[in-house]
Every structure is written in C-alpha cells, then in structure tokens.
C-alpha cells in the first residue's frame, strides 16, 4: 500500500486536536520526560501574544506527523527595533524521525519567515546538547546559518522552605499608577542588553489586563525610599499550559516522594506524580535597577508565598551570564540548560551579532 503524500502547510484552527495529540506524543526528555498540555486550545496564547505567530505543520492524510512554530515579538539591536519572531515547538511525530519532515518543516518555517512575512531575526531556543535539534543551526538544506547567543539557565525553584528576607525593601504589588513607572524601569533594564525588547504602556497595560494569569496583583515589586528597584511577575500559565509527566529520573522519583511524605506535617509544595500534569509559576518580566538585592527579595517573597500551595515549581530563565543569578543563591531547584540561536538572511548584521560581546535577553514569549 502506497503511503500518502506529506505535505507542509500552515496549521488551521480546525488542527486544534490534531496538534494537541502530536504534542502528546512527543515527550521531552531530561529530569522529567513530559511534555506541555496547552489544552484546550493549542495555540490561543500564542495568538494573544501577536495576531501574526503561527505554527507551519506536516501532514500525512489526516495525521499532522510534524510541527514548528513562530511567536511574534519586539527586539531592539543596538537601538534599532527590528521584527522578530521567536521559533518554538519544534515536533517529529516518533514514527518519522528518520525521515526528513523535520527538515522540511524547519526549512519552511524559516522560508515563510523571511519571504512571506520579511521577519528580521528568528530566535531559537534548544536544550543544550541536544544534537538532534542542533543541526538546524548549521546552514542545511538551504536553512541560514545560526548565529549562536549564549546558554540560558532555566532554573526550577522548589520552594521547599521559608527564606530569611532582609528589609532592605518595601515589598509588595504595584498599582495601574506605576505602570509608567514600572515601563522606565523595563526598558532602562533591557537597554544593556544587546539584544532585548522594549516595553510601552500600552504593552504592559495589556499583558495586565488581557493575559490570563499576569494581572497586577501577580507582579512583585521592591521599593526602596519610595522607588521601585525590582519587578517580577509570577505568572500563573495554568490557564494555557501545564506539564504531563510521563516519567521521573530516580532523583525526581525521590524528590516527589519526601514532598508527598513531608506533606503531612508540614508546608510542602505539590508532589510530582507520573502520568498526571503538574502546576508551575513562570517567573517573568523581570527587571531591576543595579539591584541584585532587590531581586534576591523578590524571589524569595515569591518563593514564601507559594510554599505550601498548590504549585510544584517556580521557574525562570536567565541568561548564564546574567548577574542576576546570583540572586537564586539559596534557593533550592534544578537546573536545565538552553542555547540560543538567531537566524537572520542579512549576513552583515548577522557577523555583528556573533562579534557583539553583550548578553541577550528574552521575556515570555520566548518560553510558552
């Protein structure tokens, strides 16, 4: 019997099922093997975030056996903002990663960025050591070459015990009137970065409003003499995504099971469990003014308050070589590592990049 036909197209809202399956069906490996549960609607944050992000699929018959998406956000190199799309969910059905959908869901994906849409820097995000999504960065099959940014370190908090706060800083939520405040704060942060976004009122007044989970009283703030020094949301992504653990290291298997037992008699974030999903805070918008004690505040406010709760892990992203880490000293977790690659087709700014010393940074919608 003849095997139908892939083909490589744009996901549909009619796909809604098919890609929530697909995703099932390909677990990521590491600590956890799981994968993110975006239902019942795949894609709706990814729409929220910008009407123009989409995912490019490969079907064979009524199966989508492959899938690769771009999420839509403002990045500024060296003052100039440049359209950006960050590349996510890249996903091979386990019966055809030999052959070659993967490339050519990639190789679309990347044709339709840059033809269709005229997208000036494509970001990726892989875990580190991962050869498999690796070769993608190396100028094949008529894919760009990437240009590598740096490790990020994505750091899973367990807020296991109560953490000494210095008071040092007003800790607390902000208010609509220090939106403007707040936005100075961002972009003043994100400017020392090489490559970063900005922030507006209007962005930060509808990431508040209209983002399930991100509303005021989910960002933290420090204030010193009256100033806000720290900011830091501790956004709730169980409105659009939770992870399906299909299997636990010995070690998480361990971890899980003084969760459950510590439980009984005392504050214990939610044990892990396989074949169940789990709830997680993401912490994101971060941004201080040369405040590393401020963000140590924060955290660990954040991190007290969630202990006990229904939450098992409070993640964030950092760049390896962002001084901030030093703020999660202390602070009881794992760690993942990431790489970081841009594409672009202009060549000139692409050798600036590389040769640019400075460290990137990326919000959320890198991470959905």
């Known amino acids: 019997m003849t095997k139908e036909k892939v083909i490589i197209d744009l996901l549909t809202d009619a796909d809604n099922e098919a890609i929530l399956r697909l995703s099932h069906q390909c677990p990521q490996d590491g600590v956890i093997k799981g994968y993110p549960d975006r239902s019942p609607v795949f894609r709706r944050i990814h729409q929220q975030i910008n009407e123009k992000s989409y995912h ?19 990045l500024y190199y ?42 000036n820097f494509a970001i990726a995000t892989f875990l580190k050591n991962n050869e498999y999504s690796l070769i993608f960065t190396k100028s094949r099959a008529g894919i760009p070459k990437a240009m590598y940014l740096g490790d990020f370190k994505i750091f899973s908090i367990v807020p296991l015990f109560k953490k000494k706060i210095s008071k040092k800083f007003e800790i607390g939520h902000p208010s609509e009137a220090d939106i403007p405040e707040l936005v100075k704060l961002y972009n003043t942060y994100y400017s020392k970065f090489k490559l970063a976004p900005r922030m507006t009122e209007d962005l930060l007044k509808y990431y508040v409003n209209e983002i399930d989970g991100m509303d005021l009283g989910q960002l933290w703030v420090a204030r010193k003499d009256g100033v806000i020094k720290a900011v830091m949301c501790a956004w709730n992504e169980d409105h659009y995504k939770r992870w399906f653990v299909n299997r636990m290291s010995r070690m998480m298997k361990v971890l899980s099971f003084t969760l459950k037992t510590l439980g009984f008699v005392m504050k214990m974030p939610a044990p892990l469990r396989e074949n169940k999903s789990f709830k997680h805070i993401s912490l994101v918008l971060s941004a201080h003014d040369n405040s590393i004690d401020g963000m140590r505040d924060l955290l660990r406010s954040i991190n007290n308050f969630y202990r006990g709760k229904e939450y098992t892990i409070l993640q964030t992203h950092f760049h390896d070589k962002d001084p901030v880490n030093e703020a999660l000293n202390g602070l009881i977790g794992f760690t993942v590592h990431a790489e970081a690659h841009v594409f672009t087709a202009d060549p000139e700014v692409a050798k600036q990049i590389a040769e640019d010393e400075g460290l990137v940074h990326f919000e959320w919608p890198m991470f959905v």
Do not use: C, W
Request: net charge positive.
């Open 78 to 119: 060296r003052g100039t903002e440049y359209d950006s799309a960050y590349l996510l969910d890249l996903k091979v059905h386990p019966d055809h990663r030999r052959s070659t959908v993967a490339f050519r869901v990639v190789k679309e994906t990347i044709r339709y960025l840059q033809e269709d849409l005229n997208t």
């Open 56 to 74: 490019m699929v490969a079907r064979q018959g009524k199966d989508l056996i492959g899938a690769f998406g771009a999420v839509y956000t403002n």
